[in-house]
């Protein structure tokens, strides 16, 4: 199974500034089927981007994703207070579908 | 809009089976889509454990293949999943999502149930 590696761990940051959260495979994901959620505690995660770079009905345009084959990257243009939360990348090109173990954004 | 609920015990004892339900409202399970099962141990990540199709074509994580069932019940528009042989280590928070492919990004999202195994 593919092996999803996020990084950093926590990402500690003030409202207004870019983050920017890695997502590394272990191999290939075939079409860019890499997908991101937020997580915020005691909720179910939330669709961000799909296909490595759409965005999802409703999420709002600081949310842009990139990348292919090994290497995605998730950017918040600018971070809101109501950012501040878990992020989870999920690859589905590959059998079994696998996510990777979060980064936590965090107000600095 | 389309909306999911997870129902079941809270509480499993260990070497027993766990049963959770998901009820899906305003949508048709029938329509189309998969309906899949997620879970996620405390303070830790997301684990897939399987998807079915409404026309009842099953797919499980291999890791979890060996102890899981997922069936639908169309006439309800649930599906659920039972886990048998259940350890400590399957305690977690259990969420059921819809996807529109068997190995696809997962939306919406239930709210999530925790099941706790313990003695």
């Known amino acids: 199974e593919i092996v999803l590696t996020q990084s950093p761990g926590t990402l500690s940051l003030s409202p207004g500034e870019r983050a920017t959260l890695s997502c590394r495979a272990s191999q290939s994901v075939s079409s860019s089927y890499l997908a991101w959620y937020q997580q915020k505690p005691g909720q179910a995660p939330r669709l961000l981007i799909y296909g490595a770079s759409s965005r999802a009905t409703g999420i709002p345009d600081r949310f842009s994703g990139s990348g292919s084959g090994t290497d995605f990257t998730l950017t918040i243009s600018r971070l809101e207070p109501e950012d501040f939360a878990v992020y989870y990348c999920q690859q589905y090109g590959s059998s079994p579908t696998t996510f990777g173990g979060g980064t936590k954004v965090e107000i600095k | 809009q389309v909306q999911l609920q997870e129902s079941g015990p809270g509480l499993v004892k260990p070497s027993e089976t766990l049963s959770l339900t998901c009820t899906v409202s305003?949508?048709?399970?029938?329509?189309?889509?998969?309906w899949g099962w997620i879970r996620q141990p405390p303070g830790k990540g997301l684990e897939w454990i399987g998807s079915?199709?409404?026309?009842?074509?099953?797919y499980y994580n291999p890791s979890l293949k060996s102890r899981v069932t997922i069936s639908v019940d169309t006439s309800k528009n649930q599906f659920s999943l039972k886990l048998s042989s259940v350890t400590a280590a399957d305690t977690a928070v259990y969420y059921c999502a819809r996807a529109p492919g068997v190995y696809d990004r997962f939306d919406p999202w239930g709210q999530g149930t925790l099941v706790t195994v313990s003695s």
């Open positions: 305003g949508y048709s399970i029938s329509s189309g889509y998969y």
């Open positions: 079915i199709y409404h026309s009842g074509s099953t």
